[in-house]
């Protein structure tokens, strides 16, 4: 299992909220963890952390035609969409 943060601007933080969380069906078959969200409506951003059973099936499925015309729709700005794969364990 992996874990990966994912960070995006959006034009509206609430509608974008709502949107989301209607996605559970989907995510819900993806993720192995629960969603860890943050919010910034300051900036109009969000940050979401999260376990994923299959690093490919999980980039695969954020990367659809689907997934990518649900983002438009709930208003995720172009291109702002990052992905980080947390790979790299730091011990202190």
């Given at each position: 299992?992996?874990?990966?943060?994912?960070?995006?601007k959006v034009k509206d933080t609430a509608a974008w909220e709502a949107g989301f969380r209607s996605l559970t069906a989907v995510l819900s078959s993806i993720f192995v963890s629960p969603i860890n969200?943050?919010?910034?409506?300051?900036d109009s951003s969000f940050a979401y952390?999260?376990?994923?059973?299959d690093l490919d099936q999980f980039l695969a499925t954020i990367?659809?035609?689907r997934i990518q015309q649900v983002q438009k729709e709930n208003g995720v700005v172009d291109g702002s969409v990052r992905v980080y794969v947390l790979d790299k364990p730091v011990e202190f």
């Open positions: 299992m992996a874990k990966v943060i994912v960070t995006a969200l943050g919010i910034n409506t300051g952390l999260a376990e994923v059973k990367n659809s035609e």
